[in-house]
Nanobody, 121 residues
């Protein structure tokens, strides 16, 4: 599976962005898609995930209520809509596939794209 992220940019605090993750090259159903982020000098952290079969979603507490993950089956694209952005959201954002969220921990996601930079000032 190849993943290509886009949609990042620079915004003022309180603004919004929508990130896209276009998926291609898969021969079987992808069960779960996730968005991660990594700030400078920080570890990569899972942010949101969506289960493609049930549509179930998971968000880490710091973004719940502000971020929305969604899936467009027709376009094979996963979106992350980010509202009320804060400077702490500044990071490179990546998508990945075929992991799971277990007791709040993002596990076994693979297939990272090149990332898209989000800067909030």
């Amino acid at each position: 599976v190849q993943l290509v992220e886009s949609g990042g940019g620079s915004v003022d605090a309180g603004g919004s962005l929508r990130l896209s993750c276009a998926a291609s090259g898969y021969s079987s159903i992808v069960n779960c898609m996730g968005w991660y982020r990594q700030g400078i000098g920080e570890e990569r952290e899972g942010v949101a995930a969506i289960y493609t079969g049930s549509g179930g979603t998971y968000y880490i507490p710091s973004v719940k209520g502000r971020f929305t993950i969604s899936l467009d089956d027709a376009d094979n694209t996963v979106y992350l809509t980010m509202d009320r952005l804060k400077p702490d959201d500044t990071a490179m954002y990546y998508c990945a596939h075929d992991g799971a969220v277990i007791h709040g921990a993002f596990k076994n996601f693979i297939g990272w794209g090149q990332g898209t930079q989000v800067t909030v000032s």
